[in-house]
């Protein structure tokens, strides 16, 4: 286990801090993002410092500087960002007045805390985008009992979709109810709830915009994202819309990065509904969204996100070939571990495979496949040939 050696001085409030000539990024959190970012960081030349809560996360494993910690203690943070020039993060459990803290503390946190609470806090980001911004966001409303289930349905109709208000990832923390009994169980396992109108979706798509502080902003085409089971599996870029409705959709997402100040990546999940869009969620930093730009754009995502959260020049974010899929790598029901059928998978020319080092479970994120080609069809068979090659479910 290494740890920085020398320790930066702190500088003004909002400023990135210099140790030096080597910038130094913390991340909260070592995960599958955050060993991404570990990996464009490298051909920068800028040191990753992760805070991970056990040595045997995907970033640690890949060789990210490390301190062992738990983004829940103020004090873990706190030692992170002493020897970091900027603090982000690859997850959003982290408590919100703590990110504050840190801020009071004159750390540049990136994107600041204010912004943040934009994709931890689920009511919160409705109201904001909703109610504040005029957006368009389907109906919505906090509800503590069945009764106020059954309320919402009166008005929207069942089914109605229950997503906790915080913590929830990859469909976890988002169930869909169709009666007064079914809401009871849900609200029963605890944490505070918002109901949702369920929205008949067209597709669903994100955009995605890199931003810094200073106000530079690049968008990246907008990318069709194929969801099952509330989990990403599939992206295809660009997404197969009319190109005024793409417009709409990075125009949304610009102007929710300038109205929260996003810095680094901000992504914006899209429902089309009716050929409407509708914002369902944020995610303020690198994202499943964009796993497709490593190969598929100039700049990848997390490129991209480290110059967005150290004020350096963003990166082009065109395309490199007329259509990219991403499958992700899901673990088999068999309970099966992708990296035991790797050569099986690199036999499929033009896939370009990421493993994560994650333990295989049924179901779990394990890895992705992007391949580029002429066309959507041709891309989409490569990448799902080769995920397909390492057990991943159909
Ligand atoms: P998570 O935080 O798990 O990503 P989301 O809010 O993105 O949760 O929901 C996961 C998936 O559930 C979405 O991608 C979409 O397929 C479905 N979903 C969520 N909200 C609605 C809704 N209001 N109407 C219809 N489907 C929804």
């Not at 990110?99 to 503390?105: G, K």
């Not at 904001?128 to 966001?137: A, I, K, S, T, Y």
């Not at 036999?347 to 959507?376: D, F, M, S």
Request: proline share 7%.
């Amino acid at each position: 286990m290494s740890t920085p050696g020398t320790l930066t001085t702190p500088g003004s409030a909002g400023e990135p801090r210099r140790a030096g000539t080597v910038l130094r990024v913390g991340i909260v959190g070592a995960g599958q993002l955050a060993r991404m970012t570990h990996r464009a960081a490298i051909d920068l030349g800028i040191e990753v410092v992760v805070l991970a809560t056990s040595a045997d996360e995907p970033a640690v494993a890949a060789g990210a500087t490390c301190r062992l910690g738990s983004p829940e203690v103020l004090e873990d943070l706190a030692a992170l960002a002493a020897a970091c020039d900027v603090v982000t993060f690859d997850h959003e459990r982290i408590p919100t007045e703590h990110l504050e803290a840190l801020e009071r503390r004159g750390i540049a946190v990136r994107p600041a805390a204010q912004a943040a609470l934009a994709a931890q806090d689920k009511l919160h980001a409705r109201r904001l985008l909703g109610d504040e911004l005029g957006l368009p966001v389907p109906a919505f409303a906090p509800v503590e009992d069945a009764a106020a289930v059954a309320r919402f349905a009166l008005r929207h109709g069942w089914p109605v979709v229950l997503k906790a208000r915080r913590g929830g990832y990859d469909g976890r923390g988002v169930a869909m109810v169709h009666t007064p009994g079914e809401a009871e169980a849900v609200l029963a396992t605890g944490g505070e709830w918002l109901a949702e109108a369920c929205v008949p979706l067209d597709l669903e798509v994100a955009a995605m915009v890199a931003r810094s502080p200073s106000g530079e902003l690049v968008s990246y085409p907008v990318v069709e994202t194929v969801q099952a089971a509330g989990m990403c599996r599939e992206l295809r870029a660009p997404a197969a819309i009319p190109p005024a409705l793409a417009e709409e959709a990075q125009a949304l997402a610009r102007l929710i990065a300038e109205r929260l100040g996003a810095t680094g990546i901000l992504a914006v999940e899209l429902f089309v509904s009716d050929g409407r869009l509708l914002v369902n969620e944020l995610a303020l930093r690198p994202h499943n969204s964009g796993h497709w730009t490593i190969e598929g754009a100039a700049t990848s995502q997390f490129e991209n996100h480290l110059r967005g959260v150290l004020d350096l020049p963003l990166g082009e974010t065109t395309l490199r070939a007329p259509a990219v899929a991403t499958v992700n790598v899901v673990g088999p029901r068999d309970g099966g571990d992708p990296r035991a059928r790797l050569a099986a998978a690199l036999a499929v020319p033009g896939a370009q495979v990421h493993l994560y080092g994650k333990a295989a479970r049924p179901g779990r994120k394990l890895g992705h496949v992007t391949a580029l080609a002429g066309t959507a069809g041709a891309a989409r068979e490569i990448a799902q040939r080769a995920a397909g090659a390492l057990g991943s479910p159909a």
